[in-house]
């Protein structure tokens, strides 16, 4: 998934006692790996930005709120037992990255609060990367406010957006012989495959999944297309 991002997250880093659960970068979403940090080594730069917030302990001179380069800004932010860590470009203003670190660290907890944090590894949090991305959109998106953005908003779309990738639509007409059909509604049916999802198909047309969603769902009261969640199209597809 391409994000065109005004809020220019570049990395996004949580450690639990200074071990990566989690890592992001805005470089590999995009299938480019040229950038800062993204031919180091996850562990070593995690080790770095948790000596730093330590170093500040120890010392006691305050908490690390952030570490800056030439042009680029490692931010800080501790909640339970964990550290999230934001790289951003310099020119980003302090308020917006406390703000995302805040949502981020809120959805964070509220999605995996069980006890005390024990079960938590890197291996049962890859989904939260759909979390995040639901957060960058959503600070991205001039139609919502900053009020608009809460943890509990951000996982209800998150979740959306995931039986979205889960719906496959089929197509049950010839388009080259049908003539009622419009240019762009020629253009969705083609990428009616049987494999595409929703979530895909709406990548494609630069849509929102909802919008396709409801565009075929009239075509399938009338038998031109009928959806299925993806467990069930390949299970018939095995018989």
Same mark, same amino acid.
């Given at each position: 998934?391409? #994000?065109? @991002?005004?809020?220019?997250? /570049?990395?996004?880093?949580?450690?639990?006692?200074?071990?990566? +659960?989690?890592?992001?970068?805005?470089?590999?979403?995009?299938?480019?790996?040229?950038?800062?940090?993204?031919?180091?080594?996850?562990?070593?730069? @995690? *080790?770095?930005? $948790?000596? #730093?917030?330590? &170093?500040?302990?120890?010392? *006691? =001179? *305050?908490? @690390?709120?952030?570490?800056?380069?030439?042009?680029?800004?490692?931010?800080?932010?501790? !909640?339970?037992? &964990?550290?999230?860590? =934001?790289?951003?470009?310099?020119?980003?203003?302090?308020?917006?990255?406390?703000?995302?670190?805040?949502?981020?660290?809120?959805? %964070?907890?509220?999605?995996?609060?069980?006890?005390?944090?024990?079960?938590? $590894?890197?291996?049962?949090?890859?989904?939260?990367?759909?979390?995040?991305?639901?957060? +960058?959109?959503?600070?991205?998106?001039?139609? #919502?406010?900053?009020?608009?953005?809460?943890? !509990?908003?951000? #996982?209800?779309?998150?979740?959306? /957006?995931?039986?979205?990738?889960?719906?496959?639509?089929?197509?049950?007409?010839?388009?080259?012989?049908?003539?009622?059909?419009?240019?762009?509604? /020629?253009?969705? %049916?083609?990428? +009616?495959? *049987?494999?595409?999802?929703? %979530?895909?198909?709406?990548?494609?047309?630069?849509? @929102?999944?909802?919008?396709? %969603?409801?565009?075929?769902?009239?075509?399938?009261? &009338?038998?031109?297309? /009928?959806?299925?969640?993806?467990?069930?199209?390949?299970?018939?597809?095995?018989?």
């Amino acid at each position: 998934m391409v #994000i065109d @991002s005004f809020f220019d997250v /570049r990395q996004l880093y949580i450690l639990k006692d200074g071990v990566p +659960i989690f890592h992001w970068s805005y470089d590999e979403e995009n299938g480019d790996s040229s950038n800062i940090g993204e031919k180091k080594d996850t562990a070593l730069v @995690s *080790g770095f930005l $948790s000596a #730093i917030v330590n &170093f500040a302990n120890e010392m *006691g =001179i *305050g908490k @690390s709120k952030s570490y800056l380069t030439n042009d680029k800004k490692f931010s800080f932010l501790s !909640e339970k037992d &964990f550290l999230f860590v =934001i790289l951003v470009d310099k020119e980003n203003s302090d308020e917006k990255t406390f703000e995302f670190l805040n949502i981020v660290s809120k959805t %964070f907890t509220k999605l995996y609060d069980v006890g005390d944090f024990q079960n938590i $590894s890197a291996i049962n949090l890859e989904d939260f990367e759909n979390y995040l991305l639901e957060i +960058i959109t959503k600070l991205n998106s001039k139609d #919502i406010t900053e009020e608009d953005v809460n943890e !509990e908003e951000i #996982i209800k779309d998150a979740q959306k /957006r995931n039986e979205y990738k889960n719906m496959v639509p089929k197509c049950y007409i010839d388009i080259e012989k049908t003539q009622h059909l419009s240019s762009s509604r /020629r253009s969705l %049916f083609k990428l +009616i495959d *049987g494999s595409n999802s929703i %979530f895909k198909i709406a990548e494609e047309m630069n849509q @929102s999944p909802q919008d396709i %969603f409801f565009t075929l769902k009239p075509y399938e009261k &009338f038998g031109y297309v /009928r959806i299925t969640q993806m467990n069930q199209a390949l299970n018939k597809e095995n018989m």
